[in-house]
């Protein structure tokens, strides 16, 4: 058609291809059965998940022989020759697939184990005797499971090599695999001229002529097929680059009756044989007749299936002061920066002074959560350790966890004190406040400011033990899960998750079980990711035995090694060394019978820069250690569990402060406490700062039979009250600063020196001297408990003074005080300030 020709302006042409293409797509997903876009990230592990991204979601996990590797849109599948792989010696359960198995008898095939897994992608109700914990669907009881009805099959090829035998596209059997011929199978020629089409039920076998020059040229061009079947005529159809190629016989295709060991193959058949010799991308198995005359091929399905995820500027804080770049820097540009003393980082002398971290105060119980093994009954239905706490623009407290079947759901709260189950409008069993009703409950709710409206709160979270997915909510009370992984990796615990602006990077901290006590006990650990786009697969490179053998030599590893094998081919492994570890016990600290780090909550400070927090939840060991600690064990079971303090610069050097317990142990509500969880995340109210701890009063593992005791209750900490900077009351204690410059025109301070204990403040000059009013001499004593107190000095009338008041010559009006310190704004100076029987907490410069 000639577009001029009609008078037709290009954007109206423009908007009519548009339709046309999205009325297909519409109409293909009503039908559609399964689409794999294989846009999974090209690291990926054998065992991961390759993700139907369809209405079904029909699952299935790479094998040792298929890579994923750049494709036609994004990633593809590659059939590959399988690479050696290294198997740890030992006697390991038969579900971890790390032991040669023997053929059972009446069988021709022997069992599938990590050493023969050589398929390329594969699902199956088979194989049962290794882990499969994703839920596989049975292939044969799905439209997989071709026959006499009208359906499509469609996918993008590009052939690479020539081989001696033909190549399997697909294969679905009916099992068990490879013990008969019931299958259904798409194969290419070896001589890359045709398709053969078999079907054993119906007793066809379909060559199908093609466009030799297309699926000949080996040279990595890709092609778009597409087979569609009448079920009315009996006639398969076949199109290249979407014209009509000349159709096969006639032929009455049947499916397969179902199978209790079905499977369903790509790349490979069920022996693992025909592999086929090139890439293949975006399959889409589709009920009825997609197309029915010449068509353009179709763009990616992924924008459709996925929805799309823009590139967008992330929110930017300010620069961060303390890294290990800036370390040398001779002036510290602190401008209006407000400072918490969690650590020394400001400070260049010091004398006579403490970092001490500030335990809060055990407020008040908000939740009461009783039942007995069979469920969780009492004033909530259930209710699980792993808490989020999230006050949304309305000034509403959200709580979120999990519930029956690791179903979310949320509490609501106005004044944080009685909490409340909204309906949501989904139900499950009885808890009519779920918000996502899948298999989840290892994640952090997060607001998340680079987001648009409809995408603003995220949960992450293992999902059904497949890997780590991200879903997303415009308001907070139903969530939608992104199809595709983030991480291929299954989770041990809840995962923490927040944005950091001043290094624009979604941070988060997961549990891998890959390092061993000195017992030979799982060691919980934490490693850290850190992103730039969080729906976006995340890139990890593959460990290799260099980066097991560097970790060796500080960290005792488990005996499966790679780490990837540790569920066995058909499950995905957990967290390894493809990241770094952030949080794990320090030996030459802690006890040795500590089990690790069940969550390390950490949380980057909404009320100051440059301040990262931790919450870890430390876990003892009763099986370990002395005698008498194993006496315990029999006693009470495996241990408790206490939460200590970390506080860090940048979000990845924690510096940890084990003692005093932020929250430990205790009796509330005449009950023993004997295991905290705080609750990841904190509501800022006037001065205060709110948490929320789960508490226990079962040890972990208990021998005892369970209470089922547990409540949930509110701290209350100091605004920035984390660590203070201590000075003793029977002398002085002294900080000074180093260089810096600020904006503002007070000096203000949170500080606590009840009534017997002061502070006095100076500022000095580069080099160290007082500066002519605002010394020490000259300041005005802090006595009392301060949030926000500002700092004040002498001006004139200093010389009236003596000893006493009694000695004081002259009026007050003979006595100028002033805390207007703009006039050395911009210039460098360092603060000092003289402390005795004080805690201080924070200090900014201010404009007032």
Do not use: C
């Amino acid at each position: 058609m000639n577009i001029r020709r009609y008078g037709l302006p290009m954007w109206f042409v423009l908007i009519v291809i548009i339709f046309l293409f999205s009325t297909q797509l519409s109409k293909a997903d009503k039908q559609t059965i399964a689409v794999w876009l294989f846009d999974e990230h090209g690291s990926l592990y054998p065992s991961a998940v390759i993700h139907d991204v369809g209405p079904n979601e029909y699952l299935m996990v790479l094998g040792r022989g298929g890579k994923i590797v750049e494709g036609k849109f994004g990633n593809a599948l590659k059939v590959i020759e399988p690479a050696a792989l290294d198997l740890p010696e030992g006697d390991f359960p038969a579900r971890f697939g790390l032991t040669e198995m023997p053929v059972p008898e009446g069988r021709t095939v022997e069992p599938m184990t990590w050493s023969n897994a050589y398929f390329s992608a594969l699902m199956t109700s088979g194989e049962n005797h290794l882990r499969k914990e994703m839920g596989f669907v049975d292939p044969t009881k799905t439209k997989l499971n071709l026959g006499n009805f009208d359906w499509t099959v469609e996918f993008w090829l590009s052939t690479i090599e020539r081989t001696e035998k033909d190549g399997v596209i697909f294969e679905i059997g009916q099992g068990p695999r490879g013990e008969n011929d019931k299958v259904t199978r798409l194969l290419v020629n070896s001589d890359l001229n045709g398709f053969m089409f078999i079907n054993q039920p119906g007793d066809v076998e379909l060559t199908i002529p093609t466009d030799g020059e297309a699926l000949g040229n080996i040279s990595g061009v890709w092609n778009h097929y597409a087979f569609v079947y009448s079920s009315g005529e009996e006639q398969l159809r076949h199109y290249v680059n979407g014209q009509l190629q000349t159709p096969p016989a006639r032929a009455g295709i049947r499916s397969l009756d179902e199978g209790e060991e079905d499977y369903f193959t790509l790349g490979r058949d069920g022996l693992w044989g025909r592999p086929l010799p090139g890439i293949i991308d975006e399959l889409r198995f589709s009920s009825g007749r997609v197309y029915t005359e010449a068509f353009q091929p179709p763009k990616s399905f992924a924008d459709y299936y996925l929805g799309e995820f823009p590139e967008k500027e992330l929110k930017k804080g300010k620069p961060l002061l303390f890294t290990d770049e800036r370390l040398h820097e001779p002036i510290i540009d602190l401008g209006n920066r407000k400072h918490l003393f969690i650590d020394d980082a400001l400070l260049d002398k010091m004398e006579n002074i403490s970092f001490r971290v500030n335990p809060p105060r055990v407020d008040r119980k908000v939740m009461k959560i009783e039942g007995t093994d069979e469920g969780i009954i009492g004033e909530h239905q259930s209710f699980r350790k792993h808490i989020t706490i999230v006050e949304d623009e309305k000034g509403l407290i959200r709580l979120y966890t999990s519930v029956d079947d690791d179903y979310l759901a949320v509490w609501i709260s106005e004044d944080g004190e009685n909490f409340s189950a909204p309906e949501t409008g989904i139900e499950h069993k009885g808890n009519k406040n779920i918000v996502i009703p899948e298999n989840v409950g290892t994640g952090t709710v997060l607001i998340d400011p680079n987001a648009p409206p409809e995408k603003r709160w995220k949960y992450l979270s293992d999902f059904h033990r497949r890997g780590v997915y991200v879903y997303t909510s415009p308001d907070g009370w139903s969530f939608k899960r992104y199809k595709l992984a983030v991480a291929p990796f299954r989770s041990g615990s809840q995962m923490d998750l927040y944005y950091d602006d001043q290094r624009q990077l979604y941070v988060g901290f997961h549990r891998t079980d890959f390092f061993r006590t000195p017992t030979g006990r799982t060691l919980r650990t934490f490693v850290m990711t850190e992103k730039e786009h969080l729906m976006k697969p995340w890139p990890y490179q593959p460990a290799a035995k260099e980066d097991y053998e560097r970790m060796g030599k500080y960290m005792i590893l488990h005996d499966v090694i790679p780490w990837f094998i540790d569920n066995g081919p058909l499950t995905p492994g957990g967290w390894g060394v493809e990241y770094p570890v952030v949080f794990a016990p320090d030996y030459d600290m802690d006890p040795m019978a500590t089990a690790g780090i069940y969550n390390p909550k950490a949380i980057k400070y909404p009320w100051a820069p440059d301040t990262y927090l931790a919450f870890p939840v430390f876990y003892l060991y009763y099986y370990d250690g002395y005698p008498g600690s194993q006496v315990l064990s029999m006693r009470y079971g495996g241990g408790p569990t206490e939460t200590q303090f970390a506080a860090s610069r940048d979000g990845v050097q924690w510096k940890r402060y084990p003692r005093p317990t932020y929250v430990g142990l205790g009796r509330y509500d005449e009950l023993d406490m004997v295991q905290t969880f705080i609750a990841q995340g904190m509501v800022k109210r006037g001065d205060e700062i709110w948490q929320y701890v789960f508490y226990d009063s079962d040890y972990h593992t208990s021998a005892l039979e369970r209470t089922r005791k547990r409540r949930l209750y509110r701290l209350i900490q100091r605004l920035d009250g984390f660590v203070s900077v201590d000075a003793p009351y029977d002398t002085y204690g002294t900080i000074i600063t180093r260089p810096l410059r600020f904006e503002g025109n007070r000096l203000v301070l949170n500080i606590d020196t009840d009534a017997h204990g002061y502070a006095l403040v100076g500022l000095l000059d580069e080099d160290g001297n007082p500066i002519k009013g605002f010394s020490i001499e000259e300041s005005v004593m802090i006595n009392g408990d301060h949030i926000s107190i500002d700092a004040e000095w002498i001006k004139s009338g200093i010389e009236r003074f003596g000893k006493s008041i009694r000695d004081f010559q002259g009026s007050v009006e003979d006595v100028t005080l002033s805390s207007d310190i703009s006039s050395l704004a911009g210039k460098t100076v360092r603060v000092k300030i003289k402390l005795r029987g004080a805690k201080l907490y924070s200090m900014q410069f201010i404009d007032k």
